[in-house]
């Protein structure tokens, strides 16, 4: 019985996407349990580029898949979604959890008026309509999935309290019942108890790789508050999410980018903007898969990957994007911090603290011009790396104590060094 979450350690964007396909090659089952249309995984498989913004990435390679109680659905999204992937995988199958919240058109609207009514101090979300979504399911206003099925005239109902309550106009909802009923029709086949699936599955000796979306330093309770998502993105969560007891999450394995990248506002210590900060933004195409956005790009900061692997009891890291750092001729690491005169080695992860911070950095070589094929690389394992980008991933492990598992060398799914 095996049950894998894949965690993102920094502020999303590290390629959990690509890593939950490796991961789920053998899996029977992968499963979304957190967040809603505001995290896009891509992921490229055999020369085509996925992008997936509900259903979980490792679908692709798994063949079935969940979305879980804990997911803020895009009925629409998600429609579309099941499409795109059933071309790609001949026989695929999804479960869909009758729990799991729905995102209205409202609630979109909503996102984009928060988002003005904060001037100077934007969150910068992604307009998706999942931080009204979570607002209406904490004050027990939401609409879930299940809820679908009833009567459309008590649906309606329901529909107009919301609306109500936030003291907004809407003059379509006719046209937003037809639309979600439609979409019910269509994803009825899909309807199950995602949590009961997993026992069964795991009950048989299958293994579950449970696929976060987000990353840590975005958690609602434990990220850089207020600058952070509407859900709980630690591995703790892949439990609740799902449907299932903690006893079945038995391996956590954290990802995270070989650099730090950021979308929108917030605290980011080891942020560098100009000539360097370009050419790691175009080498790796560093734009956001939910809305193209540029990322924020800094060096890596140790003291905040230390907090995130011991906050998710990360056992393994998976380290991506070790190719794009091919771009610059030396590579600076944070170590530590210094703040107010005291020296930090492990973030405590308050935005006031964090915006003091002073990182702390030491250089270390790059190893630009040495590889000239990243995935003949992934063919020939770890001791094809050269010898500066071997000594970088050595340096991350003995500073932050967690063992670095793989590295990814490209965006192919295959593109994965086991160490």
């Known amino acids: 019985m095996t049950g894998i979450a894949l965690i993102g350690l920094q502020w999303g964007d590290e390629g959990k996407g690509k890593v939950s396909a490796y991961f789920s090659r053998e899996a029977r089952l992968v499963v979304r349990f957190n967040g809603g249309a505001n995290a896009g995984h891509t992921v490229k498989l055999l020369n085509r580029v996925y992008r997936l913004h509900i259903i979980p990435a490792g679908a692709l390679t798994a063949g079935r898949a969940a979305v879980g109680p804990g997911v803020y659905v895009d009925l629409e999204l998600l429609s579309r979604e099941l499409e795109e992937v059933k071309e790609a995988r001949n026989g695929f199958r999804l479960y869909l959890s009758p729990k799991a919240h729905v995102v209205l058109p409202i609630h979109k609207h909503l996102d984009g008026e928060l988002e003005k009514k904060r001037p100077g101090s934007a969150i910068g979300t992604t307009r998706r309509g999942i931080g009204p979504a979570a607002m209406d ?101 892949a439990a609740s999410g799902s449907g299932v007891g903690v006893k079945h999450i038995n391996k956590v394995i954290g990802v995270a980018k ?36 540029p990322r924020r790009i800094g060096w890596l900061d140790l003291p905040l990957l230390r907090y995130a692997a011991n906050l998710n009891d990360a056992e393994k890291i998976v380290l991506t994007r070790i190719d794009t750092l091919e771009c610059v001729e030396k590579i600076k690491v944070c170590v530590c911090y210094e703040v107010d005169g005291r020296r930090v080695e492990e973030a405590q992860v308050t935005s006031y603290e964090l915006m003091k911070a002073q990182p702390i950095y030491v250089e270390l070589g790059g190893w630009r011009g040495k590889v000239k094929n990243w995935s003949r690389v992934a063919e020939e ?39």
Request: net charge negative; no cysteine; aromatic share 6%.
């Open 258 to 293: 070989a650099y730090a990248t950021r979308v929108g506002s917030g605290p980011f210590p080891t942020e560098i903007t100009g000539e360097t900060a370009e050419l790691i933004r175009g080498y790796g195409g560093e734009y956001g898969a939910t809305t193209g956005r």
């Open 381 to 419: 394992g770890y001791g094809a790396l050269p010898r500066e980008a071997r000594r970088y991933i050595e340096f991350i492990e003995e500073e932050v104590g967690v063992e670095i598992s793989h590295v990814s060398t490209g965006p192919e799914v295959g593109d994965m060094v086991e160490r």
């Open 137 to 237: 399911k904490h004050a027990r206003l939401g609409v879930r999935v299940e809820d679908l099925t009833m009567d459309e005239q008590l649906l309606k109902e329901r529909i107009k309290q919301m609306i109500k309550i936030h003291n907004i106009t809407w003059n379509n909802l006719d046209n937003i019942v037809e639309k979600l009923t439609s979409y019910t029709h269509a994803l009825a086949d899909t309807l199950d108890d995602v949590g009961l699936r997993i026992r069964r599955e795991m009950e048989g000796g299958g293994k579950i790789v449970f696929e976060g979306a987000q990353g840590t330093l975005l958690d609602i309770d434990h990220g850089t508050y207020p600058y952070v998502t509407s859900s709980t993105t630690l591995a703790s969560a």
